[in-house]
């Protein structure tokens, strides 16, 4: 078990550019959550795969993002045509659901992005 | 719709000393389950302890422990004993027990331990 992997840990890039990030959940994890979080807020959702279906998206996710989860293995998350109001902590959790509410999220380091 | 609320932006506690962080919740929902995790500098989340809505216990693991105060929709955390270890965030999670399942967080609270 080697935790919630993801990349790049950084990613610098320039307005109006396109960025993919990636996450390998916990192995036999079907839950895969994506979250932003920005300076001194918590987590805000994004979305949420269970295997590979993308279950819920929340409003804060805009057309210029996607996230995939193909074979419910690991995830991506693209934002095309980046702009400065994205610069923000992109992390990925993932959970093993045994059908509670007990189930706890297992983060990873995430992936600090700055638009330029 | 549910919220988490935590009110103290930042925390100070002496060293082997205890402290409270507060949390508040709103859900509609009988069934649901509090979360509380630490995220260091180095910014991974930690899990820490769980409470469930229907738990007649409070919740403890090792220094920490969970005031579950149902009634007034509270789940604070206490940490015994702190250590300089323990300056991080604190982030306490909702998840309920209808609909998605996703994890709703609070806004934080930047614990400092001093020596």
């Known amino acids: 078990d080697t935790g919630v992997s993801q990349d790049p840990r950084h990613k610098i890039t320039k307005r109006g550019q396109n960025v993919t990030f990636r996450c390998d959940p916990i192995?036999?994890?079907?839950?895969l959550y994506w979250y932003r979080q920005t300076l001194g807020q918590g987590p805000e959702f994004l979305t949420y795969?269970?295997?590979?279906?993308?279950?819920?998206k929340s409003r804060l996710l805009s057309d210029r993002f996607s996230a995939e989860r193909p074979k419910g293995s690991f995830s991506t998350l693209e934002i095309q045509r980046t702009e400065q109001g994205d610069s923000a902590m992109y992390l990925c959790?993932?959970?093993?659901?045994?059908?509670?509410?007990?189930?706890?999220?297992?983060f990873g380091q995430g992936t600090r992005l700055t638009v330029v | 719709a549910q919220k988490i609320t935590q009110t103290q932006p930042g925390m100070f506690v002496q060293e082997k000393e205890a402290v409270t962080l507060d949390c508040t919740y709103d859900t509609s929902d009988p069934s649901y389950g509090l979360f509380w995790y630490k995220q260091p500098s180095s910014g991974e989340m930690i899990f820490l302890i769980y409470q469930g809505s229907y738990d007649q216990q409070n919740a403890t693991e090792g220094r920490y422990s969970l005031n579950f105060q149902k009634a007034r929709k509270s789940a604070n955390l206490v940490i015994s004993a702190s250590q300089l270890g323990d300056s991080a965030m604190y982030f306490c999670a909702m998840r309920e027990g209808s609909g998605t399942y996703k994890y709703i967080f609070g806004t934080g609270t930047r614990l400092k331990v001093l020596a």
């Open positions: 795969f269970q295997n590979e279906a993308q279950l819920e």
């Open positions: 192995s036999e994890h079907n839950r």
């Open positions: 959790a993932s959970s093993r659901d045994r059908g509670h509410i007990d189930t706890e999220a297992f």
